[in-house]
């Protein structure tokens, strides 16, 4: 069976730009949560939807949204992208909405010049 | 403030010998607790998972859960080389969703 998959792997994006990153959870998983984790420490979270709706969202400015399809999958934007949104992206898929073992992708690891 | 806090080592045992990682959590209300192994320059693997207070077993790694000393931890017997790695501790501090608060890490090196 598929794990989570994300992509693109790698982006490479120059300061103001803004980037799309997608995933898609485990199949018969309908909760996807985004992490940021950035050199040297743990990820941090950054938000979740289950059955498409928002059920958290982490300390981030509001150039970050995120939004989850019909089919489960997701997409993580950022807008006016910073030097400091330099960072792997974690997308994470569980079955239920809460206290539920979490899977994560391969990531992207996003590059900001 | 939610916090999870672990040593960031580095943390050295010898190889066949049991390494112990400690974490603990600033809300006591909290409800789950997860344990990843994290190799450079890869994503989190999930290795145990525990809600109840006592100790939860799954191969070499055993999990052990404290909530009055709101304090996890996680032990792995016969340590190998291959377990060399950054061990995450996570909490779930959300009751209506999956809000996972990560510590820094423990790195882990299992000297042959």
């Known amino acids: 069976d598929a794990g989570v998959t994300q992509s693109p792997t790698h982006l490479i994006k120059t300061r103001g730009q803004q980037v799309t990153l997608r995933c898609s959870p485990i199949?018969?998983?309908?909760?996807v949560s985004w992490y940021q984790q950035v050199l040297g420490q743990g990820p941090q979270f950054i938000f979740q939807?289950?059955?498409?709706?928002?059920?958290g969202r982490g300390n981030f400015p509001d150039r970050f949204s995120a939004r989850q399809f019909p089919n489960y999958s997701s997409e993580l934007n950022v807008n006016a992208l910073l030097l400091g949104d330099s960072a792997l992206y974690l997308c994470?898929?569980?079955?239920?909405?809460?206290?539920?073992?979490?899977?994560f992708g391969d990531g992207t690891r996003l590059s900001i010049l | 403030q939610k916090e999870v806090e672990q040593n960031s080592g580095p943390l050295s045992v010898p190889e066949g010998a049991i390494a112990s990682l400690n974490c603990t959590y600033s809300?006591?209300?909290?409800?789950?607790f997860f344990w990843y192994r994290q190799y450079s320059g890869k994503s989190p693997e999930l290795i145990m998972f525990?809600?109840?207070?006592g100790d939860k077993e799954d191969g070499r790694f055993t999990a052990q859960l404290n909530k009055a000393s709101q304090y996890v931890s996680l032990l792995i017997r016969d340590s190998q080389p291959s377990d060399s790695a950054t061990y995450l501790c996570?909490?779930?501090?959300?009751?209506?969703?999956?809000?996972?608060?990560f510590g820094p890490g423990t790195r882990l090196s299992v000297l042959p």
């Open positions: 994470a898929s569980s079955f239920g909405p809460t206290n539920q073992p979490q899977h």
């Open positions: 199949s018969g998983h309908k909760s």
């Open positions: 939807y289950y059955e498409k709706e928002e059920r």
């Open positions: 809300d006591r209300g909290s409800q789950s």
């Open positions: 525990i809600y109840s207070n």
């Open positions: 996570a909490v779930n501090f959300s009751i209506y969703g999956q809000n996972f608060v």
